[in-house]
């Protein structure tokens, strides 16, 4: 996984009960964990423009 990639959020990790498409803006480790940071491509009043998640909650999108 890397900047630019486009990408699903786990609905788990987002709370909103649903899986949401972004882009990620960076990836970094930190404490042993990868914490990914990303921007949603469809954000609305509950997800608020992004966030940053521990890799497990990310999958790659396929086309």
């Known amino acids: 996984m890397k900047q630019g990639d486009l990408v ?8 909103l009960g649903k ?19 990303v921007t949603y491509t469809h954000p ?6 992004g966030g940053c998640f521990v890799d497990v909650h ?3 999108k396929e086309d």
């Open 19 to 37: 899986p949401m498409e972004a882009v990620v803006d960076k990836v970094e480790k930190f404490l042993g964990q990868t914490l990914v940071t």
């Open 44 to 49: 609305n009043a509950l997800s608020g423009p």
């Open 58 to 60: 990310i999958t790659l």
């Open 8 to 15: 699903k959020v786990s609905s788990e990790a987002t709370g």
